[in-house]
């Protein structure tokens, strides 16, 4: 199995955002980890017509990750969708081992603080998104493919 890239985008699988990253990983394989979407059954199949052609979703909760992940097959090129860095500081705090986080769109609304263009975290947030970094992960905003990473060690509130 090949995970490609493990992206957090609140607007999950959406547009020509999300066809920008399937093309740029050739990927086939989507796996949406969020323990409120996992129990949906209605979001779970909108989610699933939204894909992309030829892409495949997958809809689990955070404990069921490595578990599912062990089961795909080796071929897949796979993307880790996160609607929240949450779930992907669970994971990681799971011992779940991965090198790079890619943060792309998360809104704004009460004690969440601009970052980027697009991009607004609360403190808690942060402070997740630099203990993975920390920890040797690459964590980096990035809304397009073509766009330059910002690390998030160099981010500062309203830059």
């Known amino acids: 199995m090949g995970v490609e890239?493990?992206?957090?985008?609140?607007?999950?699988?959406?547009?020509?955002?999300?066809?920008?990253?399937v093309k740029k990983y050739w990927i086939n394989h989507i796996v949406l980890i969020d323990d409120n979407i996992s129990t949906d059954e209605f979001a779970k199949q909108v989610l699933s017509m939204s894909a992309p052609m030829g892409v495949k979703?997958?809809?689990?909760?955070?404990?069921?990750?490595?578990?599912?992940l062990?089961?795909?097959?080796q071929a897949d090129h796979i993307m880790l969708l996160f609607k929240q860095i949450k779930s992907v500081y669970d994971l990681f705090k799971s011992g779940f081992k991965f090198v790079e986080l890619n943060i792309g769109n998360s809104g704004g609304g009460a004690g969440r603080k601009l970052l980027t263009k697009g991009v607004y975290?609360?403190?808690?947030?942060?402070?997740?998104?630099r203990e993975m970094s920390s920890a040797g992960i690459n964590v980096y905003i990035q809304k397009?493919?073509?766009?330059?990473?910002?690390?998030?060690?160099?981010?500062k509130d309203g830059k």
């Open 144 to 155: 397009l493919p073509q766009d330059q990473k910002i690390n998030i060690m160099d981010v």
């Open 5 to 21: 890239l493990l992206r957090v985008d609140e607007r999950l699988v959406h547009g020509q955002v999300m066809v920008n990253w």
């Open 70 to 73: 062990a089961k795909i097959p």
């Open 57 to 68: 979703i997958t809809v689990i909760a955070v404990v069921d990750a490595e578990k599912t």
């Open 121 to 129: 975290m609360s403190n808690e947030e942060m402070q997740c998104a």
